[in-house]
């Protein structure tokens, strides 16, 4: 154990707790004291990856209690926190961090080409230099697959979902990945199980203002999450809950590699990031560490960039 930072039997709550931003998250904290209630959900198969990395959590010497259970089930959230109430005890939930990655990404239109848009850059190359554009379409997904970022425009462009998204598909992805923070909080609440001096967290990204291709719901569901989470930190402060939404920068989580084009995204970003790499779970891990150190009790409200100053970079070289 690193040391301990936080009040022995002190908790955290972590929705989404066995992969990214959750596991790595778990890991910091346990690692300086904080015991651990993880909810994740997984298909079995995928518990032999998952089982020894929360072994490693239990090797901090802290309590870590794991649950493989849809956190967006409201019979099932009575029943976990439940459970979390018998592990720990009335105000013993230091920090709540709400990582749950379960959205559509579809296009909310047909694609078609832009009025006046040239053949794509790879054709025009090949024609150019007299070569076959088969054999430079492997060659260039290859290298840029390999890491060569620069050959993003001749790398072979994302495929979307041929369906397009519909209602039903945003509506649930804004409660799966935003308005759900709302009713673990009140839950939590009512039933006594914060701290005194408690820390709720979001996670957002860059698409809360930007629009990417097939990012229309989990946007939308961005934008729903930063606004509970205001109000959370305005309506629960005199409970003494803050709460504080995290915005990474582009990271390389298993819900990056479901988004059409991530490969694209992860390229852009490198050569934007000023230090020329993605964002890791760890980096977000270590600002949740920090703003759950008493010394942080004043930040309350924020949305945090944990991006290397990607976000202010306007250079791609």
């Known amino acids: 154990m690193a040391g301990r930072s936080f009040e022995a039997g002190t908790w955290a709550l972590i929705l989404g707790g066995s992969s990214g931003f959750g596991l790595a998250t778990a ?15 997984d298909r079995r198969g ?27 089930d409201p019979e ?5 926190l439940d459970e979390l109430a018998q592990a720990a005890g009335p105000g013993r939930l230091r920090v709540l961090l709400h990582s749950i990655a379960f ?12 009025p ?12 150019a230099l ?7 379409a492997e060659a260039a997904d290859r290298l840029f697959a390999e890491g060569e970022d620069a050959l993003d425009g001749l790398a072979t462009p994302p495929a979307y979902a041929p369906r397009a998204l519909d209602a039903e598909d945003v509506a649930r992805t804004i409660y799966c990945m935003g308005t759900s923070l709302l009713d673990w909080v009140q839950d939590a609440h009512a039933r006594g199980l914060f701290a005194p001096d408690a820390r709720v967290f979001g996670l957002t990204s860059e698409g809360n203002e930007l629009a990417w291709k097939g990012y229309a719901a989990v946007s939308a569901a961005k934008a729903a999450l930063e606004a509970i989470a205001r109000s959370v930190a305005m309506e629960f402060a005199p409970h003494g809950i803050r709460c504080n939404v995290l ?18 995204l992860k390229a852009s970003a490198r050569r934007r990031n000023p230090f020329g790499r993605l964002t890791t779970p760890a980096d977000v891990a270590n600002v949740v560490y920090l703003l759950s150190l008493d010394e942080a009790a ?11 100053g990607e976000h202010v970079s306007g250079s791609t070289s």
């Open 46 to 72: 995928a518990m032999a990856r998952i089982e020894p990395e929360f072994e490693k959590l239990r090797g901090s010497g802290v309590e870590v209690v794991t649950r493989n259970a849809d956190a967006l």
């Open 247 to 264: 915005q990474p920068g582009v990271t390389e989580t298993p819900a990056l590699a479901a988004i059409p084009g991530s490969a694209h």
């Open 27 to 41: 890991a910091k904290l346990a690692a300086h004291g904080m015991n651990l209630f993880l909810v994740h959900r």
């Open 103 to 114: 959205g559509n990404l579809k296009l909310i239109a047909p694609e078609r080409p832009r």
């Open 298 to 308: 004043w930040i309350n409200g924020s949305l945090v960039r944990v991006d290397g």
């Open 130 to 136: 007299g070569i076959d554009e088969a054999k430079l």
């Open 76 to 80: 099932r959230r009575v029943a976990l």
């Open 116 to 127: 006046f848009a040239r053949a794509h850059p790879r054709a025009r190359l090949a024609a």
